[in-house]
Structure formats: C-alpha cells, structure tokens
C-alpha cells in the first residue's frame, strides 16, 4: 500500500502552534513519501466541542497551505461504522457494562482490572462500556521517540470504549476510522503517544492493521505546559499564516525560507529540505 497520512483534529477550539506543527509534520512526511494526507474531523465528544471550531480550523488549514488528498470525513457521520465496531467485540464478549464512578475506581489508583467492577449493576441508568485488557506488555517502535512498551493491565487497565452518555471513546473511533481511511502512518503529537497501545489492542482485537506510528514533541507554553485549545492559547493567524508556519517549520528542525512569499512557496521549499530522520533534533520546545 502506497503511504497514506491524516491530521485529525477535534473542535475545541481554534487551530493554535501546536496543532499547526502537528498537520505540518503529518504533510511533510505524506509529501516526503510521495503519499496522500488526508484530514479527519474528530466531532465525537459534543460536550467539548466548541460552536464554530471545526468549520474555522477546516477553512485555516488551505490558508497555511495545507490541502487535503480527498473530502475531509467528519466522524459524526461515521456512528454506524463504530456501532458495527462494538456489536463485533461485544459478541467476542471482550466488552463488558461497567457503573463504577471515578471516585470507586480512586481507591484502585483509578485503574479498572480483569473485568472486576466495584459498583453493582444499576438497571435504572446506562452503563459505560470497557474493554478487557490482557495483562502482558504492548510494543512497538515509535519512528521518532523509539521502543515503547507498556503493561495494559498495570497502566491502564480495562478502558472505556463507549462512554454512558453513549457518545463512542476516542480510541475505537481513531482506530475504526484509520482502517477504513487507509493510513498507513499516524503521525501526531507526543501527547498521544500513551494512547498508541490501547490502540494496537483494540486494532488486533477487531483483525485491522497497525499502522506505523511517529510521535511528534508536543510545543508548549511559556510555563512548559502543553498548550490548551480551551485556553485560547497561542492561536494562530490564517489571514497572515506566513509568520506562524515558519515558526512550525523551524520547530520542526527545519530553516524557513524567508523569501517565499505565499504558504505554498513556503512549504514547497521545506518540502526540499525535509527528513523525517531530521526530526531527532526537534524536543519539546516553550513557546514565547
């Protein structure tokens, strides 16, 4: 399969630095291979979702020179696929209901084991909906961070793949939605990097491929803590987007041309320089 890549954001907010480094690094490496980037809407948790964000961050994207391989997908268009998800797993009875609160799950360090809920059954209001985990390690070898490994049980335990409210976790919808679409590489920030072993659990109990995975260090704020969407912090400007791709380009260990004068022009002479071996000398880096 030729290389396939996405950027799939989440409407919290507008496109800030750190997700502009992210759709950035996720088209250069799709470029680089000679590949598809595609771009995915994550509009499945309504609750955090900010009026207006998805339509704002689909309109920037072209302005920083961005265009996708294809219609974007919108995943609250997509339930019946992760309906058909879970009735499979459901039937492998590798999901189970589970009332137990957070408060219950504090005493345990928070973490849910060997499908053994602390709360009774409650007929009267809707379960969430957990997967069983194995107690065995999870790896794989991340592009650019390294082997990475993790006990699923010890670390995690069983996790939640639909929640009460019934909107579907964000786990089984990336997983679903990245076979479907085909990506063969997920390229994305650091901040996910723990997620990646649920995922590969959930992508070897629904028979899907894994894709490879390549884990970007995250921008933060001038105090070190990743940037917030919800804080409005460090959004970035499509009307005058030059200023602010070259900052994402020179994070990525990249030297911006300072005589482009279009997004594209900009990109395009990135795109001759670019290495995803290069990305070793970017870190976690504060933003002013």
């Not at 999901?95 to 007929?123: K, M, N, Q, Y």
């Not at 679409?181 to 995922?199: A, I, K, N």
């Not at 028979?207 to 940037?227: F, M």
């Not at 900052?247 to 990525?252: E, G, H, K, T, Y």
Request: charge should be negative; aromatic fraction near 6%; hydrophobic fraction near 40%.
């Amino acid at each position: 399969m030729s290389y396939r890549g996405r950027f799939a954001p989440s409407p919290t907010g507008l496109l800030h630095a750190g997700s502009l480094v992210a759709a950035v690094g996720s088209w250069l490496c799709a470029r680089h291979a000679g590949g598809q980037w595609l771009v995915r809407m994550e509009d499945i948790d309504p609750p955090r979702e900010v009026a207006g964000s998805a339509a704002a961050i689909l309109a920037a994207l072209p302005r920083f020179g961005l265009m996708a391989d294809g219609p974007v997908i919108q995943q609250s268009s997509r339930i019946a696929a992760y309906d058909a998800a879970f009735e499979q797993l459901r039937r492998a009875d590798l999901v189970f209901p589970c009332w137990c609160s957070r408060s219950e799950l504090a005493g345990v360090s928070g973490i849910h084991r060997d499908g053994h809920c602390l709360a009774s059954a409650d007929p009267s209001r809707p379960p969430a909906w957990r997967i069983r985990v194995p107690d065995e390690e999870i790896a794989f070898v991340d592009a650019l961070q390294g082997p990475q490994k993790q006990s699923l049980r010890e670390e995690v335990g069983d996790f939640v793949i639909r929640r009460v409210e019934g909107f579907y976790s964000y786990q089984l919808a990336c997983v679903v939605d990245d076979a479907w679409q085909g990506v063969t590489e997920v390229v994305r920030g650091s901040d996910l990097l723990d997620s990646t072993p649920r995922q590969i659990w959930l992508q070897h109990c629904l028979g899907l491929p894994t894709p490879r995975y390549l884990h970007l260090p995250l921008v933060l704020d001038s105090q070190g803590r990743k940037l917030s969407k919800s804080e409005r912090a460090l959004e970035v400007d499509p009307i005058d987007p030059l200023p602010s791709l070259r900052r994402a380009l020179s994070f990525l260990g990249l030297t911006p041309d300072e005589n482009a004068s279009d997004p594209s022009a900009l990109l395009d002479a990135a795109l001759a320089q670019f290495d995803p071996r290069h990305l070793t000398q970017c870190s976690d880096h504060r933003a002013a």
